[in-house]
Antibody, heavy 119, light 107 residues
Framework: QVQLQESGPGLVKPSETLSLTCTVS??????????WSWIRQPPGKGLEWIGY???????IYNPSLKSRVSISVDTSKNQFSLVLNSVTPADTAVYYC???????????WGQGTLVIVSS | AIQMTQSPSSLSASVGDRVTITCRAS??????LGWYQQKPGKAPKLLIY???SLQSGVSSRFSGSGSDTEFTLTISSLQPEDFATYYC?????????FGQGTKVEVK
């Protein structure tokens, strides 16, 4: 059973860079037809898809964040990462890493990590 | 981006009630839609994928239907553990987009 776990700083200053890592266990980030995804949820609000890295090497981002976001994979550590530049308080959210399967929805989620953007 | 309009935004229901939640897409998305349940402080959980396929391990009281632009999640007989917020997600076209959520509360 694949499991995902987010890690990273819980507090980031405005204008700085948010960096999170998702460690995958019970499966490999380099096999299968999967979408290794990041999704976020501001406190008390709905879900927003940030983007994904697919096993084919394709990376797709939400245009609302595209100029500031980057997702990468480290196959040696079985991890994938999110970098979000020039953060503002509007980027305060619970950040989830997740695995989507082609045609089968997003079936595996990390527990989420709260990142607060504040000075 | 494809807009997903979910309704209602909230509803009050009793245990045993039949509950229906609707998601409308601003353009056709075939059957590339999933339904997710989220409880406070927890990650979303996949209930239905491909509009009508039940995720393994999910109770059969949950069902999904629809295609193209109109989709429905039905809970046939609401149970205490079903009080939660439900979201639809289209993964047909980038960016993937969620509905705004439906909070199912105790009547």
């Amino acid at each position: 059973q694949v499991q995902l776990q987010e890690s990273g700083p819980g507090l980031v200053k405005p204008s700085e860079t948010l960096s999170l890592t998702c460690t995958v266990s019970g499966g490999s980030v380099s096999s299968g037809s999967y979408y290794w995804s990041w999704i976020r949820q501001p406190p008390g609000k709905g879900l927003e898809w940030i983007g994904y890295f697919s096993d084919s090497g394709r990376t797709i981002y939400n245009p609302s964040l595209k100029s500031r976001v980057s997702i990468s994979v480290d196959t040696s550590k079985n991890q994938f990462s999110l970098v979000l530049n020039s953060v503002t308080p509007a980027d305060t959210a619970v950040y989830y890493c997740a695995r989507g399967d082609v045609g089968l929805g997003v079936g595996h989620w990390g527990q989420g990590t709260l990142v607060i953007v504040s000075s | 981006a494809i807009q997903m309009t979910q309704s209602p935004s909230s509803l009050s229901a009793s245990v045993g009630d039949r509950v229906t939640i609707t998601c409308r897409a601003s353009q056709g998305i075939r059957s590339d839609l999933g339904w997710y349940q989220q409880k406070p402080g927890k990650a979303p959980k996949l209930l239905i994928y491909a509009a009508s396929s039940l995720q393994s391990g999910v109770s059969s009281r949950f069902s999904g239907s629809g295609s193209d632009t109109e989709f429905t999640l039905t809970i046939s007989s609401l149970q205490p553990e079903d009080f939660a917020t439900y979201y639809c997600l289209q993964d047909y076209f980038y960016p993937w987009t969620f509905g705004q959520g439906t909070k199912v509360e105790v009547k």
